[in-house]
């Protein structure tokens, strides 16, 4: 496992809107070094961060955590595979590699195996493409094997109360994007309503 310690993000120079990075004119050399460093290690680091997020609300908040990962704005594929490669490696498992090298290995039953790979891909600065090579030559492993997703059946009755809701929904035209809670003697449900016109 790396030894960086905590991402500061502190005292970032410029802003951040939506999808541009703004600098101002009269930044320092050492400030812009220090935001593409910091730039570098959320790249690298993300996908384990948002698999570690997902983690912790699957066991703090079992009922709703699965509303908020939709903030994201990533495939339900994508957060499964976050999800799935920070559980089968710990913080203190993971090496200085991308979280990519470690996906192409998570799903190896042998876990010396796996490790040896990682072991020689970290040694020996690997792509993970590469890495990937290794695993079919050396161990004839093919794709990793990702466990498959928990289908839950929605009952007809509730697919037609939420196609009826989304109906009497779509005639109210100040309607904007929004979060509705409707409360229920046994709890409640959370819908997010989002226009498309």
């Known amino acids: ?23 101002p004119d009269n930044v320092e050399w050492d400030d812009w070094v220090k935001a593409g460093a910091v ?28 509303q908020a990962i939709l903030l994201t704005g990533k495939s ?5 595979n976050c999800a799935w490669v920070a559980s089968v490696f710990p913080p203190e498992q993971r090496r200085d590699l991308s979280f990519t090298h470690h ?8 876990i010396q195996d796996r490790d040896h790979l990682l072991d020689k891909a970290e ?15 050396e161990l004839g492993q093919t794709l990793p094997v990702m466990p498959e997703p928990t289908i839950l059946t929605v009952p007809m009755e509730l697919q037609q109360a939420v196609s009826d809701f989304c109906d009497a929904a ?4 100040s309607m904007k994007e929004q979060w509705f809670q409707v409360p229920f003697d046994w709890g409640y449900v959370e819908m997010k309503v989002i226009r498309n016109t």
């Open 1 to 23: 496992m790396s030894e960086q310690g905590i991402v500061d993000t502190s005292g970032l120079t410029g802003s951040f809107i939506d999808n541009y990075y703004s600098l």
């Open 39 to 66: 730039l570098q290690t959320i790249h690298k680091n993300i996908n384990f961060w948002i698999g570690d997020w997902i983690l912790f609300g699957e066991s703090h908040f079992p009922e709703t955590y699965s």
């Open 76 to 80: 339900d594929a994508t957060l499964r």
């Open 103 to 110: 996906f192409e290995v998570a799903g190896m039953d042998n």
């Open 123 to 137: 040694e020996e600065e690997w792509s993970s493409l590469y890495l990937r090579k290794m695993r079919y030559d």
């Open 170 to 173: 779509s005639q109210v035209s």
